[in-house]
Each structure stands twice: as structure tokens, then as C-alpha cells.
């Protein structure tokens, strides 16, 4: 338990749920009484948790007060633990039912207020990116949550099946929400403006990584943005060394922990390129590049990661390369030198929910 808790980056929090309700639980059994279930140690219900799908967990948070509360409280840790699942609309991606199933092909329903007609852009931080193009706003919602973050009247024309990216940030300044279309624009939230920077070198993606923003270039050159809130940009630009320009059909930019890498959607050959930030090089990840599996969104949206299975709770990571939802159905999986590429049209992460990208100004 004491590693499954580590992982999630919420240490001091999951060490001190269950003093804070051990006492009335130990009373029931010293005296040799019959607990409820409502009664259960926390302990063991952490435990029960923890082995639980995607879709029993809400199960599991329903049966009453006390489980429902206990299961809110430690939603960050489960949701850490779990691996990505495929997410998608009723209708199209404009409609205001939303479905996500899990590796064992279990699905769950969530409706998402003011979502229909809307664009879907991709996910950020957990975040759906939908887009309006009556009101020309922005709207990000958590599936989960619902929590809702709103951005204003974006004055740049935007075509419905554009390769439009989104990423989200927090700063001294709150949530900053930057957009790449043709150009880079970001917008505080609660601010009415946007903010424009251009690039006489063409971007291809954008990426946040380690407290920074990250710019991916047509000549396959990477460039660090610092965002300046007060008004001012600046661009820092990455030199790349012994680069030689990869045959990459639409590249991307993920991340995993420590490593920024470089991928495709599709290539002829399966090739991923890792950014050496402190040569400012592109190098070849082979040792350490069968850690990790790369789930890559098969469509124009940005909703991809690499992971490491290790980093979910032990009955997921044993269980998710068994599924044939992971294998076939309608992904195609791919494997060279170790490679494992998972294709959805949209992947929703759930520990992105509890890992938000912090801006280093």
C-alpha cells in the first residue's frame, strides 16, 4: 500500500486518512461488535479501492455517506493509478453525452452541460477543449468533475477540422490556457483579451513540459516560449545538434516524467526521438524506450502521452496488454524494437487530473 500510495505524488494526504477516522471504526471492534459496512477501516477499504475499474469505482463511491466521502477524498490517488481510456462523444464529438471505457471494456456515461455543438480540440490536464463556433469561446470541462473553465470571444478564424492545439497551464496569475493556431495565443481566464505571438518558422505543436512551453517547428527545431503576463513574449530557441529531419508524418511532442520525446501518428517506420534539453539535441531513447508505452490519438486532436504501465496500480498494469481492447477492436497496435503504440481517436488520462502542468515563469 505504501507504494501504490507514493506513486501518486499525494503522500502527506493518503497518510492521514485514516487517523482521521480510525477511532469510531476500532471502538466497533474491540468490543467484539458487528461493524457496518459504512464502518469499514479505512485501511482495507483503501485497499478494495485500489483494484477497482473505472466504472465500479462510482459504483463503489455510491453505496453510502461514508464510502462516498472516503471515495472523494482519495479520487486523486485512484485516478493516478488507472490507465488511459477511450473517450468520445454521442454524436460526432458535438453532443452532451460523453462516454469513456475502460481496458476492460466497461463504459460509463457522463453528459457535459452547454457541450453540444461544440468543437472537441483534444484534452489538456484532463480537461475536454471544446470550442463554439457561434460564440467563438472556449470551454474546457473535466468528464469527471465537470469542473468547467471558460475563455472568451477567440478572434482567430478557426476551420472545424483544423489541427488546432490546446494546452493548459497555471501561473501566479491562474489558469492560462494557450492555443496554437498558425500562431500562438493564450488567455488568462477571467481576462477578456488574447494575447498573439508569431514565428517566422511554422509550428507544428505545442507542449508543456517540466514547469516550460514547447514549441515544435517545421524544420523539426524546438523553441522554449516564455509567456510574459503582463504583455511581453519571448521566444528562446533550442539549436538542435547532429539532427538530421526525421520522416515523421505529423509530428508530436509527449512527454513522460523526466523525458520529452518526438513522435508521429503514423510513419512508415515506428520512430520516437528524445530531446536532450541539456545538449539541445534530438538522441535515440533505446535504452529506456521500452518503459514506456506511447498512446497516440489516431485524428486531428491532441490527446496522446507515454507512460509507463508500472506507474498503475499492480491489477491494471498485469491486466492491460491482455485485453484485446488494448490490441484490436478499432486501435491498431504496432510493436518494433519495443515499441508499443496504442491508436484511439481520443485518449482520456486520468492522471493528468492530479498532475497540472505549473508554469515557471
Excluded at 178 to 183: E, F, M, Q
Aim: hydrophobic share 35%; proline share 3%; charged share 25%.
Amino acid at each position: 500500500m505504501t507504494k501504490t500510495r507514493n506513486m501518486t505524488g499525494n503522500r502527506n494526504h493518503d497518510d492521514n486518512y485514516a487517523s482521521s477516522s480510525s477511532s469510531s471504526s476500532k471502538k466497533s471492534f474491540d468490543k467484539g461488535d458487528v461493524a457496518s459496512w459504512s464502518d469499514l477501516n479505512h485501511d482495507v477499504l483503501f485497499l478494495v479501492m485500489m483494484q477497482l475499474g473505472f466504472v465500479d469505482f462510482f459504483a463503489f463511491s455510491g453505496v453510502c455517506k461514508s464510502w462516498r466521502s472516503f471515495a472523494l477524498s482519495q479520487r486523486n490517488a485512484y485516478m493516478a493509478s488507472i490507465p488511459p481510456m477511450s473517450i468520445w462523444s454521442g454524436v460526432d464529438n458535438q453532443d452532451s453525452y460523453w462516454y469513456l471505457k475502460d481496458f476492460k471494456e466497461k463504459t460509463c456515461k457522463t453528459i457535459i452541460p452547454d457541450s453540444t455543438g461544440r468543437i472537441c480540440f483534444g484534452l489538456t490536464c484532463g480537461y475536454l477543449i471544446l470550442f463554439s463556433k457561434e460564440t467563438r469561446d472556449f470551454l474546457l470541462v473535466n468528464p469527471i468533475t465537470r469542473h468547467e473553465l471558460r475563455f472568451p470571444f477567440y478572434p482567430l478564424y478557426v476551420r472545424t477540422y483544423e489541427r488546432i492545439r490546446g494546452i493548459l497551464v497555471f501561473s501566479v496569475s491562474g489558469w492560462v490556457f494557450v492555443v496554437l493556431n498558425k500562431k500562438v495565443s493564450f488567455c488568462i481566464e477571467g481576462k477578456r483579451g488574447w494575447n498573439h505571438v508569431s514565428s517566422t518558422v511554422p509550428v507544428l505543436d505545442i507542449h508543456a513540459f517540466k514547469g516550460k512551453i514547447y514549441t515544435l517547428h517545421t524544420d523539426f527545431c524546438v523553441s522554449e516560449l516564455r509567456l510574459n503576463l503582463n504583455g511581453r513574449r519571448k521566444w528562446m530557441l533550442f539549436e538542435s545538434k547532429n539532427f538530421r529531419k526525421p520522416d515523421l508524418s505529423h509530428p508530436e511532442l509527449v512527454s513522460s516524467g523526466e523525458k520529452l520525446y518526438l513522435t508521429c501518428e503514423y510513419s512508415e517506420q515506428d520512430k520516437v526521438l528524445e530531446l536532450d534539453v541539456g545538449e539541445m539535441k534530438w538522441v535515440s531513447p533505446e535504452k529506456t524506450i521500452g518503459e514506456y508505452a506511447f498512446f497516440l490519438s489516431s485524428g486531428w486532436k491532441k490527446s496522446s502521452a507515454a507512460i509507463r504501465p508500472e506507474s498503475w496500480a499492480a491489477s491494471h498494469s498485469t491486466q492491460y496488454k491482455t485485453f484485446d481492447y488494448f490490441l484490436h477492436a478499432n486501435n491498431e497496435t504496432r510493436q518494433h524494437h519495443d515499441l508499443f503504440y496504442y491508436y484511439e481517436s481520443m485518449w482520456y488520462f486520468p492522471h493528468e487530473c492530479v498532475n497540472v502542468n505549473i508554469l515557471d515563469e
